[in-house]
């Protein structure tokens, strides 16, 4: 099987810098434009035989543009929202530090996750993540698209390679950024990661599909040690 997994559209908090977790914001125009984008790429470039989203409706949205494009409905599965970040919830880094001075500065400095005041505990939501991959991987379909959030994302990607979930993850996902991972083998094979390609102006003389050179990693191959984050930001979008 491979997997290609999806972070949502852009949204007005993504502009403002507002961490979302599981509120429920929508997309804004430019999600919007930015979904149409990666439908018309994954169309070019992929056979996506079943599609699947989280609820909220970010990614929803975007999942049903993709759907227009194979002709697919999603398939929502609450599995997939984004983990709560509590009374971290749609406030900025800024804010933060001024309401949660301790929270922030532990953002900052230490390697080790970061626990949320009131917010979804971190093994719970690898439950929930390592629940749907068993859903999915039973499933007879050679080729799964799943729209989430990146947060999520990072969890799945952690999940897959083995990573310490208690320490922070080295992901970054952008908005309708397409990762794959390769599942057919004993190991999974991460072949491409946050690739936005489709979102850049288009060059005349270069084909529009396989623009970035994939990259791959073995499971096996991931130093325990670069489990930190390459962002300030925690995985809340």
């Not at 990666?38 to 409706?57: D, F, N, W």
């Not at 049903?64 to 749609?90: C, M, N, T």
């Not at 979804?120 to 439950?127: K, S, T």
């Amino acid at each position: 099987m491979h997997l290609l997994l999806i972070r949502h559209g852009e949204t007005d908090w993504n502009n403002e810098g507002r961490m979302q977790g599981s509120i429920d914001m929508p997309l804004n125009a430019r999600g919007i434009e930015q979904a149409g984008k990666l439908a018309a790429r994954l169309v070019a470039e992929e056979q996506i035989e079943v599609l699947y989203t989280s609820p909220l409706a970010r990614a929803r949205v975007t999942a049903e543009i993709i759907g227009q494009a194979f002709r697919l409905a999603p398939i929502p599965d609450p599995r997939l929202v984004e983990r709560s970040i509590g009374k971290l919830e749609g406030l900025t880094l800024q804010e933060v530090e001024t309401l949660y001075p301790k929270v922030y500065r532990a953002w900052r400095e230490d390697t080790a996750r970061v626990v949320f005041p009131e917010g979804e505990d971190q093994v719970e939501f690898q439950q929930r993540v390592l629940s749907f991959l068993d859903t999915i991987r039973s499933r007879p379909e050679r080729q799964v698209a799943v729209v989430t959030h990146g947060g999520t994302l990072s969890m799945f990607l952690a999940t897959l390679m083995g990573l310490d979930i208690q320490k922070r993850f080295p992901f970054r996902f952008d908005n309708t950024s397409l990762s794959k991972v390769n599942l057919t083998r004993r190991q999974p094979r991460v072949e491409l990661l946050n690739d936005t390609c489709h979102l850049r102006p288009a060059i005349p003389e270069l084909p529009r599909t396989q623009c970035e050179k994939p990259i791959v990693a073995e499971a096996v191959s991931l130093d325990p040690a670069l489990s930190t984050d390459v962002a300030v930001s925690p995985e809340t979008e």
